[in-house]
């Protein structure tokens, strides 16, 4: 990071409440129960971090094995990751403003890459939304065109498109 005030750590179940208020501002039209966010950070503790500025949340993402070409439903329990993850998806990475420009997401985005690759998954997934496409882009990632994933895509917003990045240099 370029600031010593600003740092990622990883994120506790004592977290919860502040993640669940940052994603009410940050997504106010994307709602998610409390109980779907903990569900994410207890599947998944390696996939789940906090960003602090001068010790304070201001940020989180929300991440997890997956499959490859699927996501999951907005504001829905998993229950269980899938044994045949081949993907590592980015659920939701969530700054408040006063963070944004400052390299915070571009650092958690290599940070899960070098942790995805490192565990063996094939690619990356997510859903960008909220006119993020252009920082994905940034990110290595690319548009997928997946009809069957359009009725899940439209529950997020008409502009949501699904996102992948090939880590090993071919995608399933």
């Given at each position: 990071m370029l600031h010593r005030d600003i740092a990622w750590r990883a994120m506790s179940g004592y977290d919860l409440d502040a993640v669940f208020d940052i994603a009410n501002r940050v997504h106010p039209g994307f709602f998610e129960a409390r109980?779907?966010?903990?569900e994410r950070q207890l599947l998944y503790r390696n996939g789940c971090y906090l960003l602090e500025v001068a010790e304070k949340p201001a940020g989180?993402?929300?991440s997890h094995p997956w499959t490859h070409g699927s996501l999951p439903a907005l504001n829905a329990l998993l229950g269980a990751l899938p044994e045949n993850?081949?993907?590592?998806y980015v659920h939701d990475l969530a700054l408040l403003p006063l963070t944004r420009g400052l390299g915070a997401a571009g650092h958690m985005?290599?940070?899960l890459t070098k942790h995805a690759g490192a565990m063996?998954?094939?690619?990356?997934s997510l859903v960008a939304v909220n006119g993020s496409i252009?920082?994905?882009q940034r990110q290595g990632f690319a548009a997928e065109e997946r009809p069957e994933l359009a009725d899940?895509?439209?529950s997020y917003e008409a502009d949501a498109r699904y996102m992948t990045k090939a880590l090993t240099g071919r995608l399933a």
């Open positions: 109980e779907v966010l903990a989180y993402v929300l993850a081949d993907s590592f985005v290599e940070a063996g998954f094939a690619s990356m252009p920082f994905w899940k895509l439209q």
